[in-house]
């Protein structure tokens, strides 16, 4: 029976991905239509998880619920207002890191990666800081060493969780140099997304197998 949510679930996020593209590359300007679409892709993740919490009811499943559920209102809120969007999602990985943390304790090369990234977040933010155009990059800079510590919890755990991580980082890197670079590629938008709705329905996956 869980396969059978697991891979309805993939097949529904694929469909409604989909959709949510050709209305935001579409001719005509359908705002609701794309924010509904854009967070319902992401509430299939958080519907697959809700089912595997209530099969095997724990705090760990319980934690990566609540990160979902959180994130399907940042992307909503993420166009509207990117700092709110960000503050949000950061909750949301803070979630999924209290779940990996708690499932499986970090030791010393947990340490390590994240030093090692945190290391690289530092050294990027005066590039950063001139791209703000005077504006405070404080809190991107917070929300990139969560995504770190994410990363540095995921080393350790499951491989669901470490590719969920693997390819979060990689959606917001993207996202980064995309807006960076000022860079309009309807491909590229594809694979940064692809990237972020994979992610999630692994972290959901995780909680049901």
Known sequence: M???????CLALMIVQYLIYQSIKWGSEDHKWQEWFFKGSTTALSALLAMYGYFSQPSAIRLLIVVGLCVCVVADVILDRHFLA??????????CYCAAMVSFNPPGVINVIVFLALA?????????????SGGKSVLPYVGYALIISAMLSMA???????????????????????????????????????????????????????
């Open 119 to 131: 290391g690289l977040v530092f050294a990027l933010y005066p590039t950063l800081k001139k791209l």
């Open 155 to 209: 080393v350790t755990q499951r491989k669901l969780c470490l590719g969920a991580a693997l390819l979060f980082a990689v959606s917001d890197a993207m996202l980064l140099f995309r807006i960076v670079k000022n860079i309009p590629s309807k491909k590229y938008d594809y694979v940064c997304l692809g990237c972020y709705y994979l992610a999630q329905f692994l972290f959901a996956v995780a909680t049901v197998i």
């Open 85 to 94: 969007g960000t503050v949000a999602f950061g909750f949301a990985h803070l």
């Open 2 to 8: 869980k396969w059978v949510w697991i891979v309805g």
